[in-house]
């Protein structure tokens, strides 16, 4: 108990007498509350993040302060965004539960949310950093993106359903504006949340933000953002967001859901997937098994995406878009041929979000460990250099690459500037 | 009085009962209720509208029954819409006052929406018909969308702004889920509200629903309309939603709208525009002024809102797309370029839509009376024919277009085809 007696605050006080008024989350922990212990371990940006546990188990309880946890009370945010998060968790789990722990609960008043807490995982970010792989990852995430998107879109969900949902999402404001100021944004400017490996990037910054035609690409991927509505987006799908353990993936965090383009969960999960690539580079032991790794499941991300969301929309197109009914028979090929087009257009979308996302982690507020435990700042910032290389490139040119393979060729010849 | 006694019925008295319980309305008609007289002006497919005139003005009257005006209670449709034909007139009024009337009153327990009376305007659709040529209309209806469309987009709107709207439009479903069936889906079907001339254009619409290049063509054109979210559509912006006199233009029944792609309200209006032009050669007497008139005003409705969009993009640019500020000094020209790139893209947006929408009407439920009124159905399927010819070449090859004087270069081929 000294442990748990230490940490005991008014809050977690406060988080103990909302858990065992609610039957439901207090049977989960089981025992009484003087049995219970909670220790915060958010490392996110955002919200405040607690495990709570008790004798039969225990749960995950995230509280949403009204501001930005990484930022404090300075920068104002709503606490609504605990119910956007929740209703996500829903939808989501509902297609792919193996994926998405389960809500258990969810309080407006306080907004606090309470989730099934994942034993034994991870987050994926802090396991990269150490120089883990993670075998399975690739194929486990691709089926969770294949599911949750395919599923909250036109082609699955009636117009009705989608629109119901989609109405609900749109009053996502406050945490869509983040991402429009963050992503989009700030980073071309000299805005005072901006940071940087300074002074080793300072004319590479001062480059960026002359650079009319990475600027015209990115405010082009904003205005998707800003218009297109294909799916329900968990919206923030960086490896900080992804909890793994040897043989599993539970995706959290879903406060930024919103519908959106499809390509930008996707190149968000790429993008990340690719810091850590160039990242690993930079630090003092070698991790060539790790960037083999990375590179595989950069390419097997995508691939198996492909095939999964092909099969889901040959098997399960109950929604009002390209209707089954108007290609039978010999136009059943046609619209075969259209399902591998709308694929090729996403791989695109999706490589241009990748290339905005890794910029904006080399420039912006939201730097991930990947880049910020390197100690040496040379090889930090030759690493970054790299890693804004490719994503400049794939920003500005996505249709230059066909496939996954030629990406991670592509991330390759990147990695080799500068080493001669 | 003989008048209006004999149209007073149970439906009247109670619409009179209304407006002499809202001051507001009582006042602008004037006098004493019993001097007050209704008749049924109603064309449109969906609702009944009333004019009223009193002795001091008159007013119009809107009533939602729970069904399809035009199908009858087989065909059930929700009430609600007059809510949202309400909305879209505000927003749509607040940017371009001279080209929308007046909303008064709405409702929401009786569906009863009340807008200022468009003295003196007869439906467009009726006149040209009649053979009448309208030469301010095309200016005016390229001022009324450029301000409609631009001010309601993310180009003018700050994101919440715009998310508040878009999700209100989203759940305007039941209108939406008519346009998805009608436009893009049931005449590709043996759908049994289908109608054409039969049996002159029995194999044309057996080709057409063979036709798998063109269906998937109006495929992707659905799945924009259920994903793109790009402004505050009007939602059905034919001839018949037009009010027109010698001097001014009002865009009336607003209950299709939704927030969606600029080029289905534009491309809506160039088809009925072409569809008129087709038409005007069938009937008995030639009308080759008005088909010369109609021409122009395609071209001039396309090249002015062209022109207008541009310049309010310019000048009023004070939403969270393409923000100015990374687009400044010698970037300046970057950005002039990209607007112009993006009116290209919306002008192929636009003749798909148009391309789909001349197709439904003249296979689907609603044919127009551009049509209908041609009694030799020898002329009349010859017409249809020559806008299912150039809509085909829209629809699925919209690129080929590069101005809307190729546009209309089209329809004069078109139109000449079995002419010799």
């Not at 991790?287 to 590179?295: D, F, G, I």
């Not at 092909?310 to 136009?331: E, K």
């Amino acid at each position: 108990m000294t442990t748990s007696v230490s940490v005991i605050e008014p809050d977690i006080t406060k988080l103990l007498d909302h858990l065992a008024g609610q039957p439901v989350l207090a049977h989960r922990l089981g025992g009484a509350r003087h049995q219970w212990s909670a220790r915060e371990i958010g490392d996110g940006n955002v919200n405040l993040v607690y495990a709570v546990r008790g004798p039969a188990g225990a749960v995950c309880v995230k509280q949403a302060p009204p501001y930005v946890r990484a930022a404090g009370p300075s920068w104002p945010l709503t606490p609504e965004r605990v119910l956007f998060e929740h209703r996500a968790l829903v939808e989501h789990r509902r297609h792919a539960p193996r994926y998405v722990p389960e809500p258990l609960h969810v309080d407006p008043a306080e907004h606090l949310l309470t989730v099934e807490y994942l034993e034994g995982h991870t987050v994926m970010r802090v396991g990269l950093a150490a120089g883990a792989s993670y075998p399975h990852f690739a194929e486990q995430a691709a089926r969770y993106l294949a599911h949750t998107l395919f599923f909250t879109s036109d082609l699955a969900l009636p117009a009705g359903d989608k629109r119901e949902l989609a109405s609900f999402f749109e009053t996502n404001t406050a945490m869509c504006q983040i991402m429009e100021d963050m992503v989009f944004t700030e980073i071309f400017l000299p805005h005072p949340r901006n940071r940087w490996t300074s002074p080793e990037l300072d004319k590479d910054v001062k480059a960026l933000q002359g650079d009319t035609e990475l600027k015209l690409a990115v405010a082009r991927l904003k205005q998707r953002y800003l218009t297109s509505r294909a799916a329900l987006l968990h919206g923030d799908l960086h490896t900080g967001s992804i909890m793994v353990s040897a043989s599993s993936v539970g995706v959290i965090d879903q406060e930024f859901a919103c519908y959106g383009p499809m390509g930008f969960d996707l190149g968000t999960l790429l993008a990340h997937l690719l810091i850590a690539y160039f990242a690993a580079d930079a630090h003092a032991t070698a991790r060539s098994t790790q960037q083999n790794w990375l590179l595989t499941a950069v390419e097997q991300v995508w691939d198996d995406f492909r095939a999964h969301f092909t099969d889901l929309w040959r098997d399960h197109a109950g929604g009002d878009g390209y209707p089954p009914a108007l290609f039978t028979g010999a136009a059943e090929a046609a619209l075969e041929a259209e399902r591998q087009r709308y694929l090729d257009d996403l791989f695109t979308e999706t490589l241009g979000f990748c290339g905005a996302e890794i910029i904006r982690r080399v420039v912006g507020f939201a730097r991930p460990i990947d880049f910020t435990t390197i100690t040496d700042s040379t090889r930090r910032a030759h690493a970054e250099r790299r890693a804004l290389a490719l994503a400049r490139s794939l920003a500005t040119a996505p249709t230059d690459y066909r496939t996954a393979a030629d990406l991670i060729a592509a991330a390759r010849a990147a990695e080799g500037i500068q080493r001669g």
